[in-house]
């Protein structure tokens, strides 16, 4: 498609059609009813083949004719719509949701140390997250994790129930 730039006379302006002006003296351009009826009866040949009903004020109709019929193109049994039809099989399953503010809780409290991993501080006091090594006894309901890492490892027998003991490092060096 394009404008009909081979027929002699036709009035465009600036490559386009233009309309008449009589107050400023623009005359409009003309087209030749063959050219014009070519170019809409092709047109709405497309609009009716994507399954679209013409319509005079509608201008998105051709775009949409011409997506349905490149969808209506493509086989049903090569539409994919599940992530195995991809050959994605190990995709993850999303089972929990979570708010905004649990989400900023859950990575305030991340740490990319493994549970009872220990580093070294050359200050008088612990920061924040961490325990200092003294052999003291902490409750199992406070520090699961650090409580199944270390087990009983460190335990001398006077722990109590849902206690452990944390080992004791003072005195020693790194």
């Known amino acids: ?3 009909p730039k081979s027929v002699p006379s036709v009035g465009l302006v600036n490559g386009k059609f233009v309309d008449e002006n009589p107050v400023t003296g623009q005359v409009g351009s003309l087209i030749s009813s063959q050219w014009g009826n070519a ?3 092709e047109l709405l040949n497309v609009i009716r083949a994507g399954g679209k009903v013409p319509a005079e ?3 998105d109709q051709l775009l949409a004719a011409i997506k349905a019929i490149v969808r209506d193109s493509i ?3 090569k539409i994919r719509t599940t992530l195995a039809e991809y050959g994605i099989t190990d995709a993850y399953t999303k089972s929990v ?3 905004k503010a649990e989400i900023e809780a859950l990575l305030k409290n991340m740490s990319a140390l493994p549970v009872g991993a220990m580093v070294p501080f050359p200050k008088g006091t612990v920061p924040p997250g ?3 090594v003294d052999g003291s006894v902490q409750s199992i309901a406070t520090y ?3 409580a199944a ?3 009983t490892t460190f335990n001398t027998g006077g722990e109590g129930a849902g206690n452990f003991r944390l080992p004791e490092s003072r005195g020693e060096f790194l």
């Open 97 to 99: 949701t979570y708010t």
């Open 75 to 77: 086989p049903p049994e």
């Open 57 to 59: 004020a509608e201008h």
């Open 1 to 3: 498609m394009d404008y």
């Open 149 to 151: 890492y270390l087990g």
């Open 144 to 146: 699961p994790d650090l």
């Open 39 to 41: 170019v809409t009866d």
């Open 130 to 132: 961490f325990l200092e």
